[in-house]
């Protein structure tokens, strides 16, 4: 291997080295996507999913094409490598793909307008970190899924002030109460 000078573009990843820290995201890839997807000429909105609306089976509702639901599921879930913030959105429309419905297809529609007007959103890491401190966040909700009643359980580990792990999972149990939700919350986190 011969040394080709500082890294800028890995894996669809844009990589910015600074004095004070290293910046990655994947605004390309989001304006590749966008475009294939047709939604580079939507209106941007400022958040991933609505609250109003809980997303579900929807039996009722008119199917749609499976293999561009899909391709888009897909596209998305390599955009969290440096998204956070669309994972738990990403990871609840996904568990719709074996039957995809037009509401399932407007919740990953809005995904991308979101992303339409975050673009240039991405992962910060700090280069001198003040300490090698780990902190870490977790939350889950009671009985937050409404098809099965399983909770989701969301963590994210920092070491200093970068951002090194995340996960948003629904857990294969039942909890019987809060407490319980969020123990399991914790314990996934700690692991």
Not at 53 to 82: E, F, H, N, W
Request: hydrophobic letters at 35%.
């Amino acid at each position: 291997m011969s040394l080709m000078g500082e890294l800028s573009y890995f894996l669809g990843f844009r990589i910015k080295q600074l004095d004070d820290g290293t910046f990655l995201n994947q605004t390309k890839y989001i304006k590749e996507i966008l475009k294939k997807y047709e939604m580079d000429k939507s209106k941007p909105i400022n958040t991933p999913m609505t609250s109003s609306v809980p997303l579900d089976k929807d039996p009722s509702g008119k199917s749609v094409d499976q293999k561009m639901y899909r391709g888009m599921i897909g596209s998305l879930l390599y955009l969290t490598a440096s998204r956070p913030d669309i994972m738990f959105s990403v990871c609840l429309c996904v568990r719709f793909q074996a039957d995809p419905k037009e509401s399932h297809l407007t919740a990953v529609k809005r995904i991308f307008r979101y992303l339409l007007g975050t673009q240039s959103l991405g992962i910060w890491y700090p280069r001198h970190s003040t300490s090698f401190e780990i902190i870490s966040f977790s939350n889950s909700d009671f009985v937050g899924c409404k098809v099965d009643k399983k909770i989701t359980s969301r963590t994210c580990l920092f070491i200093g002030q970068s951002l090194v792990s995340w996960s948003s999972r629904k857990q294969n149990f039942v909890a019987l109460s809060t407490a319980e939700a969020e123990y399991v919350a914790l314990g996934s986190c700690v692991a």
